[in-house]
């Protein structure tokens, strides 16, 4: 990637390949990144480096829009000189509220963060983070009824046994099995399942705090964050639907636009895009690697995004993702990722 940008290569080929613009994923954003085994690392990035993308982005005329604005001009289709940057955050972390607000204020840049009611209220939790806590402390993890089981004495034994951890929650277990199975597991290790993540998520106060700046868009993220490939349709739309019903009611205003839990081709497809335009939202937002192109006119529901690892805080990175250069590399070739 530095190569691409230091060679010309992505400031030349941005034209071509960067489109109108790109939606930037983010998640959390702290100074201190706290993975106790490094495994989930890649979720936070430090305010100084959302400063710096926002300072790089302004700087090289790039327009930061919100996601309304992001959506009035894929449909419009109308020429912009200048392209456009959408901000977005997953999850409501409440880091998002006390260290990435204050960055977007300062530089006065609209931002959308993507709510799960579930997560406020505990019903869900952020499970892969509290699998990571529950290998650290223990030496060795069992599923609970005879599933199987593994020894996390080292380091190396612990990442293995997160990763195999994650497979097993994610295809293996169903989706409303995740939160029962983690909060025996985590008995079992003298741990209240979800405790530490839950005060990690913003509560309906910040929320409404956060939400009542112009610049902050809050969007539905689902309620339970169950990954909707593996739901019936019926329940992918009572997600959507009521995902979208809470926020309205705590918050005063219906979210517009949706984001796919884990937003992978494994968690959200066709029909999923068809459900979340038939729920009435503006857009629905993938975690595919991609620039924003014309051609989305026609695929609102299934738009890709450019996320920034907190593993490689280099703005060269960063730039040459938005140019689109890496766009065809990640999606075998195609320039344009739809569902
Ligand atoms: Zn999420």
Same mark, same amino acid.
């Given at each position: 990637?530095?190569?691409?940008?230091?060679?010309?290569?992505?400031?030349?080929?941005?034209?071509?390949?960067?489109?109108?613009?790109?939606?930037?994923?983010?998640?959390?954003?702290?100074?201190?990144?706290?993975?106790?085994?490094?495994?989930?690392?890649?979720?936070?990035?430090?305010?100084?480096?959302?400063?710096?993308?926002?300072?790089?982005?302004?700087?090289?005329?790039?327009?930061?829009?919100?996601?309304?604005?992001?959506?009035?001009?894929?449909?419009?289709?109308?020429?912009?000189?200048?392209?456009?940057?959408?901000?977005?955050?997953?999850?409501?972390?409440?880091?998002?509220?006390?260290?990435?607000?204050?960055?977007?204020?300062?530089?006065?840049?609209?931002?959308?963060?993507?709510?799960?009611?579930?997560?406020?209220?505990?019903?869900?939790?952020?499970?892969?983070?509290?699998?990571?806590?529950?290998?650290?402390?223990?030496?060795?993890?069992?599923?609970?009824?005879?599933?199987?089981?593994?020894?996390?004495?080292?380091?190396?034994? !612990? $990442?293995? &046994?997160?990763? /195999?951890?994650?497979?097993? @929650?994610?295809?293996?277990? *169903?989706?409303?099995?995740?939160?029962?199975?983690?909060?025996?597991?985590?008995?079992?290790?003298?741990?209240?399942?979800?405790?530490?993540?839950?005060?990690?998520?913003?509560?309906?106060?910040?929320?409404?705090?956060?939400?009542?700046?112009?610049?902050?868009?809050?969007?539905?993220?689902?309620?339970?964050?169950?990954?909707?490939?593996?739901?019936?349709?019926?329940?992918?739309?009572?997600?959507?639907?009521?995902?979208?019903?809470?926020?309205?009611?705590?918050?005063?205003?219906?979210?517009?636009?949706?984001?796919?839990?884990?937003?992978?081709?494994?968690?959200?497809? !066709? $029909?999923? &895009?068809?459900? /979340?335009?038939?729920?009435? @939202?503006?857009?629905?937002? *993938?975690?595919?690697?991609?620039?924003?192109?014309?051609?989305?006119?026609?695929?609102?529901?299934?738009?890709?995004?450019?996320?920034?690892?907190?593993?490689?805080?280099?703005?060269?990175?960063?730039?040459?993702?938005?140019?689109?250069?890496?766009?065809?590399?990640?999606?075998?070739?195609?320039?344009?990722?739809?569902?």
């Amino acid at each position: 990637m530095r190569l691409a940008w230091h060679s010309g290569f992505a400031s030349r080929t941005r034209d071509r390949f960067g489109g109108l613009g790109s939606i930037i994923m983010l998640h959390r954003v702290r100074p201190d990144c706290i993975s106790p085994l490094g495994v989930t690392r890649s979720l936070s990035i430090t305010p100084h480096f959302l400063d710096q993308i926002l300072v790089s982005l302004k700087s090289e005329g790039t327009e930061l829009v919100s996601m309304d604005e992001m959506a009035d001009r894929v449909r419009s289709g109308s020429r912009h000189d200048r392209r456009f940057a959408a901000v977005t955050l997953d999850d409501g972390y409440n880091d998002n509220l006390h260290h990435a607000w204050p960055v977007f204020q300062k530089h006065n840049v609209p931002f959308t963060i993507y709510a799960a009611p579930g997560l406020v209220e505990g019903a869900a939790v952020l499970w892969w983070e509290v699998v990571e806590k529950l290998v650290a402390k223990a030496t060795f993890i069992k599923i609970p009824g005879g599933g199987p089981e593994w020894r996390c004495g080292t380091l190396i034994q !612990k $990442r293995a &046994a997160f990763h /195999a951890l994650m497979r097993y @929650f994610s295809y293996t277990l *169903t989706e409303l099995d995740q939160v029962p199975v983690l909060r025996e597991m985590c008995a079992a290790e003298g741990m209240i399942c979800g405790v530490s993540a839950d005060r990690d998520v913003m509560n309906w106060k910040e929320l409404r705090q956060i939400a009542s700046d112009p610049l902050c868009t809050i969007g539905a993220h689902t309620v339970h964050h169950y990954n909707l490939k593996r739901l019936t349709a019926g329940m992918v739309s009572q997600e959507m639907r009521l995902s979208a019903d809470m926020l309205e009611d705590k918050l005063g205003k219906r979210p517009l636009h949706f984001a796919y839990p884990y937003g992978s081709a494994k968690a959200a497809g !066709k $029909r999923e &895009a068809e459900i /979340a335009a038939g729920e009435g @939202f503006l857009s629905a937002v *993938t975690t595919r690697h991609g620039t924003i192109h014309p051609e989305h006119r026609a695929n609102l529901h299934a738009l890709p995004r450019i996320s920034i690892n907190g593993r490689f805080q280099k703005l060269v990175y960063a730039q040459t993702m938005m140019s689109g250069v890496t766009t065809p590399i990640a999606n075998a070739g195609r320039r344009v990722v739809q569902a």
